[in-house]
């Protein structure tokens, strides 16, 4: 009986070991690739996938991309924090790796399917969101809609990492036990700061601390250290708690205020990707997310501003919108419909 093939990323994790493993038990020719994205990271990144695969009996094969992956994402992500923005870099490297490059050599070498181990699912032709708390539909909003068909997500069924955790155990898996990978993977120790200061490609130079009116309240450290929402590490002492309003790049200040101020029902996205064609708006059933764990709340209107730009108005003001971060939109019924970054 003829197998139908599936490409599956591998990172030596739980979750991507769980999915080969469903994969082999689902009928599947199961080929586990892992892309090295790091320089001087292949036996780290390799080593673990290749056990898992040979304990399966599942090929393995091993795609260099360091210098792709700096160019398109480790770059971008430096560029965005020097012009004041929080970037998300599991987005891109969703776009352009896990689902773009891969995909690409699942087609180059003629098999028929791509899969990875992310919590979502696919309904009527789209990705949906996952019903458990570990939902990673959020990161996905940026792939190419010609993938859809060909994708498959072994995990959509599970609830949670100790669910996947037990099957792993059930499975005899090597890796069951091993500790998650760092929140992004090129950040050592997650210290956004000293990474920026290392491989930063621009002088980041004190500046002034500003209220609402233009008035300096003191001096700040360089913007990358400010984040929108953030409180703490401030050094300011003032009657009332301040917090980050706004970064202006293009001045070199960071707008302080109060809490009140940092809500907003109205703001614009840029580059944005839909799924599906909404415009012009008339539909009553869609909602944003602002960030991976926000809640989700029911947009009012959306406004094309060109051919990649929008400005949304939601039904209430929501916290904390910081430019580089992606507001994603889905139907009721739980289908991604597409997103874009915060301007």
Known sequence: MFMKSVLLGMSGGVDSSVAAALLKQEGYQVIGITMVLIPNNEEETVKDAKTVADFLGIEHRVLHLEEEFRNKVILPFIDSYQEGSTPNPCILCNEHFKFGAMYQYAKENGIDYLATGHYVSMKDGLLEKNTSLKDQSYFLYRI????????????????????????????????????????????????????????????????????????????????????????????????????????????????????????????????????????????????????????????????????????????????????????VFYDMEGHLLGGGIIS
């Open 144 to 327: 190419d809609p010609d993938v859809l068909p060909n994708l498959v997500f072994p995990l959509a069924r599970f609830q949670s990492k100790e669910e996947i955790r037990e099957k792993a155990r059930e499975l005899g898996l090597p890796v069951a036990s091993k500790k998650d990978s760092e929140e992004i993977c090129f950040v050592p120790n997650k210290d956004y700061v000293s990474f920026l200061k290392k491989n930063g490609t621009k002088e980041i130079p004190e500046g002034d601390f500003v209220d609402l009116n233009g008035k300096v309240l003191g001096r700040h450290k360089g913007i990358i250290y400010y984040t929108v929402g953030q409180r703490k590490g401030l050094g300011i002492s003032n009657e009332t708690p301040l917090y980050v309003l706004e970064i202006r790049p293009e001045s070199n200040q960071v707008v302080l205020g109060s809490e009140e101020h940092l809500y907003k029902s109205q703001f614009t996205a840029k580059d944005c990707k839909f799924f599906v064609d909404l415009f012009p708006f008339t539909r009553d059933d869609i909602v944003a997310k602002i960030r991976f764990r926000s809640p989700d709340v029911p947009v009012v209107d959306l406004v094309p501003l060109d051919s990649q730009s929008v400005q949304i108005t939601l039904s209430q003001p929501v916290r904390a919108v910081a430019a580089g971060q992606s507001v």
